[in-house]
């Protein structure tokens, strides 16, 4: 028996109710599963050394000064800049201002290293120099910001992903109870991968705009020249609007099968 059209209507309207909850359902589990949004973080120090953070925060962008403040590093800014800050030192390496300029190691003849700004967008695989200061750059999520100790012309090892820096914590099995427990013996602990947990945040100390020594303009802005054009800055990811996109797709294919059915 041919089915009527009032039944092939309300069959259609259960259709358009099952898959309307079904969206509904999936899409705030999906959102919830993203988890915040990370950015890594690199600080290489004149003798070498390399101190990585993972970084997490909520929203689609965080400012790079945003981003050192939460790194638990003790980090000297001079507000006074042209650019929003800038970086005099991190812990114990730069130039204690106001009491030195914050370009103190600029001043000479010889050599200029100061505080230099790199990053790495989602996905690249290589440093670019950022011709913006830390309180105007933006970082998307999946980003590396890096401060380096030198003349601007050494950025950190390209190894230095944000995989690597905010790398998913390994799950240990944990070994059962033992019913009699002899005297424990310490063992020794495996050398930790970078910290992959936020640290505790730190304000930036901001020092008194007012200089004590003065600097020829020209010989700074030579010094800290980029060496490689920066790249133009990137808009926000749509990753996170898909699955409503998901979602409009599905309600807009069911109101394509009724026309067709009532056709």
């Not at 700004?117 to 690249?124: M, T």
Request: aromatic share 6%; net charge negative.
């Amino acid at each position: 028996m041919k089915p009527s059209l009032v039944e092939i209507r309300a069959k259609d309207t259960l259709w358009i109710l099952a898959l309307a909850i079904l969206s509904i359902a999936i899409v705030p589990t999906v959102v919830s599963a993203q988890g915040p949004a990370q950015v890594g973080l690199v600080v290489q120090f004149g003798d070498g050394r390399v101190e990585t953070r993972c970084i997490s925060f909520e929203g689609d962008q965080i400012g790079g000064d945003a981003l050192l403040a939460q790194s638990g590093l003790e980090v000297l800014v001079d507000p006074s800049s042209g650019m929003g800050i800038t970086v005099c030192r991190i812990e114990d390496e730069g130039c204690d201002h106001p009491a030195e300029h914050c370009f103190c190691q600029c001043m000479g003849g010889g050599q200029c290293v100061y505080w230099n700004y790199f990053y790495r967008e989602p996905g690249a695989d290589k440093w670019t120099y950022s011709a913006l200061g830390a309180a105007l750059r933006k970082a998307q999520p999946g980003a590396v910001e890096a401060w380096v100790w030198g003349n601007g012309k050494n950025p950190p090892e390209e190894d230095l992903t944000f995989e690597t820096i905010c790398a998913l914590p390994t799950a240990t099995a944990t070994p059962p109870a033992e019913t009699e427990t002899a005297t424990s013996v310490p063992t020794a602990s495996p050398t930790p991968l970078p910290p992959a947990s936020t640290p505790q945040p730190t304000t930036l100390v901001v020092a008194s705009p007012e200089p004590t020594a003065t600097v020829q303009p020209e010989a700074i802005t030579a010094a800290i020249e980029p060496t490689e054009a920066p790249a133009e800055e990137a808009d926000p990811g749509l990753g996170d609007y898909w699955p409503f996109g998901l979602m409009v797709v599905v309600l807009l294919g069911v109101g394509v099968l009724i026309w067709v059915r009532q056709a």
